[in-house]
């Protein structure tokens, strides 16, 4: 993929670390922290290595990708690994106070973890909706209110939701998980009218096709990333360099970015190429 650099938008350089302090929460650094939800892969992965380059200290979750998170955590000059569990109430929110206690400068948090299941309009699965509406809605919700509430950075504050391009661009299949994304896109504007300090912020962040998705084969993912405006794929690291952006606080509170080439302007029947048919 092109290379896409990021430019430190607070100035801060880049403090390598013991492997040990890349693992295990590091007291008194002077680096401001993000925490990315799934960071081990795929998107996730990306917007770790955008912040760690920018100068970040970078806290990686991840679920049950304990080597994946590993293995980039020992990439990063500064970076740990946590684990939750984010189909549970608790574990997520718990896990963001933790970084907050440990970190004082603990300015980001970038929801990414989300599971991307099939069911159709016509057939909503119960187990389905269950798991898509906790871990890519209400987890993430309730981990945006702990980070608020604990987090210690005198500055700016910010949290980051990654959601999707069909919320502007819906058709009928992954039902739950596209019912997920508009339920996390909704509390944005509501947590962003909460704020407690001015220098508060929240947005959504929604790719388009990026990566391959739910059982397509290499050749339909290439042709699916191209059905956009500019039939030009987009690339996960323009994703991470989004959300670096984000970060700075460039924009006002409460405001969507699309960053999808064009995607969501283009009405298609299903979310992804399959059997040659979009």
Same mark, same amino acid.
């Not at 795929?42 to 994946?68: E, K, M, P, Q, T």
């Given at each position: $993929?092109?290379? !896409?650099? #990021?430019?430190?938008f607070n100035g801060?350089? %880049? *403090? $390598?670390?013991?492997?040990?302090?890349?693992? #295990?929460?590091?007291?008194?650094?002077?680096?401001? &922290? %993000?925490? &990315?939800?799934?960071?081990?892969?795929?998107?996730?992965?990306?917007?770790?290595?955008?912040?760690?380059?920018?100068?970040?200290? %970078?806290?990686?979750? !991840?679920?049950?990708? @304990?080597?994946?998170?590993?293995?980039?955590?020992?990439?990063? $000059?500064?970076?740990e690994i946590h684990?939750?569990?984010?189909?549970?109430?608790?574990?997520?929110?718990?896990? &963001?106070?933790?970084?907050?206690?440990?970190?004082?400068d603990f300015r980001?948090?970038?929801?990414?973890?989300?599971?991307?299941?099939?069911?159709?309009?016509?057939?909503?699965?119960? =187990?389905?909706?269950?798991?898509?509406?906790?871990?890519?809605?209400?987890?993430?919700?309730?981990?945006?209110?702990?980070?608020?509430?604990?987090?210690?950075?005198?500055?700016? @504050? #910010?949290?980051?939701?990654?959601?999707?391009?069909?919320?502007?661009? $819906?058709? /009928?299949?992954?039902?739950? !998980?596209?019912?997920?994304?508009? =339920?996390?896109?909704?509390?944005?504007?509501?947590?962003?009218?909460?704020?407690?300090? /001015?220098?508060?912020? &929240? !947005?959504?962040? #929604? /790719?388009? +096709?990026?990566?391959?998705?739910?059982?397509?084969?290499?050749?339909?993912?290439?042709?699916?990333?191209?059905?956009?405006?500019? =039939?030009?794929?987009?690339?996960?690291?323009?994703?991470?360099? *989004?959300?670096?952006?984000?970060? *700075?606080? +460039?924009?006002?509170?409460?405001?969507?970015?699309?960053?999808? *080439?064009?995607?969501?302007?283009? +009405?298609?029947?299903?979310?992804?190429?399959?059997?040659?048919?979009?």
């Open positions: $993929p092109p290379s !896409y650099p #990021c430019a430190p801060a350089t %880049v *403090s $390598p670390l013991s492997p040990r302090a890349q693992t #295990c929460g590091f007291h008194g650094m002077t680096l401001p &922290v %993000v925490l &990315v939800t799934g960071g081990a892969k795929r998107i996730g992965s990306a917007i770790c290595r955008a912040f760690a380059r920018a100068g970040w200290h %970078v806290v990686i979750h !991840y679920g049950h990708s @304990r080597d994946d998170a590993e293995r980039l955590a020992a990439e990063l $000059p500064s970076a684990a939750a569990d984010l189909a549970t109430w608790d574990q997520g929110p718990a896990m &963001v106070e933790t970084v907050a206690h440990q970190h004082r980001v948090l970038v929801n990414n973890a989300s599971i991307f299941e099939n069911d159709a309009v016509t057939g909503l699965d119960p =187990a389905t909706f269950d798991a898509a509406m906790q871990i890519n809605a209400g987890s993430p919700a309730r981990m945006t209110q702990a980070f608020f509430t604990h987090s210690r950075a005198r500055d700016l @504050r #910010c949290a980051i939701q990654i959601l999707d391009q069909k919320l502007d661009n $819906p058709n /009928p299949d992954f039902f739950s !998980y596209t019912m997920s994304k508009h =339920a996390l896109a909704s509390t944005i504007p509501m947590t962003a009218m909460a704020a407690t300090q /001015p220098a508060d912020r &929240v !947005y959504g962040l #929604c /790719p388009g +096709a990026i990566l391959a998705s739910h059982d397509q084969t290499a050749d339909e993912a290439d042709r699916s990333h191209l059905l956009n405006l500019l =039939a030009r794929r987009t690339w996960p690291e323009e994703i991470a360099d *989004s959300a670096l952006f984000l970060a *700075s606080g +460039a924009l006002a509170s409460g405001e969507l970015l699309f960053v999808d *080439s064009g995607q969501h302007l283009l +009405a298609h029947a299903l979310q992804s190429v399959a059997g040659g048919e979009q």
